[in-house]
């Protein structure tokens, strides 16, 4: 049924890393502008666009059943667009495949939205994954509320190529948003309601601009310039990549306050061979000694990391390696996937793919390791007294739930808002959470 009219409400699904969230939210705003509001709570909306994700299996299935379920009971559909690395990999076929699907943009396409719109509107079908080198940020719109906690893009794309990875594939090369264009964001979403800005990219600590006095910085010179805004409680960054992280970052942490002891560094695999395989161009050691340096400047650091088990031709004693990086290291927490081949990349075409099996009973070993570790980390933290950013109102009356400097989620009673910073004491830690007694209001 072709659409003849612009849509009123319009409903935006985020899937993948953060910096969809991010997207998902400019998007959002950007059909704001146009006049669409957000579809209330369990009513269908008139737009609909799946913002996806192409990291791990099953991601083109996934939107093939979304795009399914999108389908009302009289067997009409409401506009569909699919945006995200979904859509920068496999738009056409999505297109040939999915007749409801009126729009396709890539991540690097966003700013076009409005436009395809209306002639999405019109009754055509439109597709844009081209990959402009002028940013899609400039064009995006001013935000204009935030909660406690806001993103902010910094830095977009990787020129990496580890070889299991379809992100230099969806999200192009390695950009930096300009540094004047981030401070006047940050303050931005400071002047409405953020007290904790975290900094993303999918490499992160790549980020490198001009400041103002034309001197070239990288990701701690814009974390100092931000630690410089007065209402701003806390910064954080994530991802980042281990050759990226330099003496410079390291030390920021031991000497900018607002910065969180908080690292997320992937090592992927805890085996030479297999790191050299993945295209990682770092070794064991040296991700070791980068996490020693990072603990000297700062001791009470939370570090965190990604893995992959069952990387092609991963045998069992190159896994046991694996187990042995983390015993060594003892993570606050961690994510860990189980190898899926992409489409496109070197890893999916190499030989002694390993069987599911295999694959099931390592990430269950490393899976136990980590929780353990967690646990173990949380457990530690009992008795501290620490500030916590207060973001939302927990399920139980009276409850609040919030950050810990280390990023565990932190609950108790008390007379609070979102948005103020707490000092509690730490009473209790499970796996996932630890419960606090508030001790007092740092600032409202
Ligand atoms: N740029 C970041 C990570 C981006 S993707 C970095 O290099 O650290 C997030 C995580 O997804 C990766 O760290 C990796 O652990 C996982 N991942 C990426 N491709 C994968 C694949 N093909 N199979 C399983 N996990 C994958
Ligand atoms: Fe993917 Fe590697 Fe780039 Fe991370 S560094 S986004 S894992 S290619
Ligand atoms: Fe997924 Fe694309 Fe992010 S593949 S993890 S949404 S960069």
């Not at 999915?98 to 939205?113: D, I, T």
């Not at 990349?345 to 099996?357: F, L, R, V």
């Amino acid at each position: 049924m072709p659409v003849t009219q612009i849509p009123k409400t319009y409903r935006v699904k985020s899937f993948g890393c953060q910096m969809n969230v991010y997207d998902g939210d400019r998007m959002a705003e950007l059909l704001a502008e146009q006049g669409i509001s957000p579809a209330p709570e369990g009513e269908d909306a008139d737009l609909v666009v799946l913002n996806t994700c192409h990291i791990r299996e099953k991601a083109a299935e996934k939107v093939y059943s979304d795009i399914g379920r999108l389908r009302r009971e009289d067997g009409s559909s409401p506009l569909i667009a699919v945006a995200g690395c979904v859509a920068q990999a496999e738009g056409e076929e999505i297109m040939a495949r999915a007749p409801s699907v009126k729009m396709v943009v890539g991540p690097q396409a966003y700013h076009r939205l409005p436009e395809m719109l209306r002639e999405a509107s019109a009754g055509k079908r439109v597709t844009d994954t081209d990959m402009p080198a002028e940013t899609k940020f400039g064009a995006l719109p001013r935000r204009r509320r935030s909660g406690p906690t806001a993103f902010l893009t910094v830095q977009e794309g990787c020129d990496k190529f580890c070889t299991y990875c379809v992100v230099p594939y969806t999200r192009g090369a390695e950009v930096s948003r300009p540094h004047g264009d981030l401070i006047d964001e940050a303050k931005r979403l400071v002047e409405s309601g953020a007290r904790e800005i975290t900094l993303l990219g999918q490499n992160v600590n790549a980020w490198t601009g001009e400041n103002a006095k034309g001197q070239t910085i990288g990701l701690d010179g814009l974390i100092r310039e931000l630690a410089g805004i007065p209402e701003l409680a806390r910064i954080r960054y994530t991802t980042s990549h281990p050759n990226d992280m330099t003496d410079g970052l390291i030390a920021a942490h031991g000497e900018i306050a607002k910065l969180m002891p908080f690292l997320h560094l992937p090592v992927q695999a805890g085996n030479d061979r297999v790191l050299k395989a993945m295209n990682r161009s770092h070794t064991v050691d040296s991700y070791l000694r980068i996490l020693e340096q990072v603990r000297t400047m700062r001791p009470d650091i939370a570090l965190s990391g990604d893995f992959i088990v069952g990387f092609p031709g991963e045998t069992d004693a190159e896994f046991e390696d694996t187990l042995k990086l983390v015993d060594a290291v003892g993570y606050a927490q961690c994510f860990s996937f189980k190898y899926s081949p992409r489409p496109g990349t070197p890893a999916a075409t190499m030989e002694d793919q390993i069987a599911a099996s295999v694959m099931d009973e390592r990430l269950q070993r490393l899976q136990a390791a980590l929780n353990r570790d967690q646990l173990a980390f949380n457990t530690a933290s009992v008795g501290k007294t620490c500030d916590v950013l207060v973001e939302r109102k927990g399920k139980h009356p009276g409850q609040w739930l919030g950050k810990s400097p280390w990023l565990q989620s932190v609950h108790f009673t008390g007379e609070v808002q979102a948005g103020d910073l707490v000092r509690v004491e730490l009473l209790e830690a499970g796996p996932n959470s630890i419960s606090a007694r508030l001790l007092e209001t740092v600032t409202a």
